[in-house]
């Protein structure tokens, strides 16, 4: 994976890319989805869809990240589902 899709309502945001290093930039998408959520208030439901080989541990770090930014709550119903 080239990094972090995000797609809502019908329009793709452009990918929030890995780190240089080749590691998931949590912090950057925790900052794209707090720029979304200005926009959208009262949303609180986000599905994550990852593929089968990403890890357990980056599916979790990846929830936290869509979850909140410090002690501001994001989008705190996250829904699980596998890309086929």
Known sequence: AAGFRIVGSGAALPIVPKK??????FDALTERLAEIKKNYPNERSVNLTADATVRYETVIKTMDAMRSKGKDILFDDVKIGVAE
């Not at 240089?20 to 930039?25: L, P, S, V």
Request: net charge negative; aromatic share 16%.
């Open 20 to 25: 240089a290093t080749g590691d998931f930039d």
